[in-house]
């Protein structure tokens, strides 16, 4: 069964910045492309970031120049390192496999900008 465990939200003032960490397990993450989703309160889940099991990586227009997504296989972890928040980040952001997000959700970590 998979699993997927993030960490890292937090309240963080804007400009700021945060590394969320998903933890992956039931799967050998190093044959997947995994993705970070976010939603916020009243609207549906969207798509931020990607990456392939090649590491290629792909962002959504709104998080471009600021988000990074990076996986580690060994570790069995996809990292996402978020700078320059704005308020519009605000969301709980979650891992799954990109793009058919076909895995049980995981619970998401809170990550809220506000000054």
């Known amino acids: 069964q998979v699993q997927l465990v993030e960490s890292g939200g937090d309240l963080v003032q804007p400009g700021g910045s945060l590394r969320l960490s998903c933890v992956v397990s039931g799967i050998h993450l190093r044959t997947y492309s995994m993705g970070w989703y976010r939603q916020a309160p009243g609207s549906q889940r969207e798509s931020v970031a990607s990456?392939?099991?090649?590491?290629?990586?792909n962002y959504a227009d709104f998080v471009k120049g600021r988000f990074a997504i990076s996986r580690d296989n060994a570790k069995n972890t996809v990292s996402l390192q978020m700078n320059s928040l704005k308020p519009e980040d605000t969301a709980v952001y979650y891992c799954?496999?990109?793009?058919?997000?076909?895995?049980?959700w995981g619970q998401g970590t809170q990550v809220t900008v506000s000054s």
């Open positions: 799954n496999t990109f793009p058919s997000s076909w895995a049980s």
């Open positions: 990456i392939t099991r090649f590491g290629s990586t």
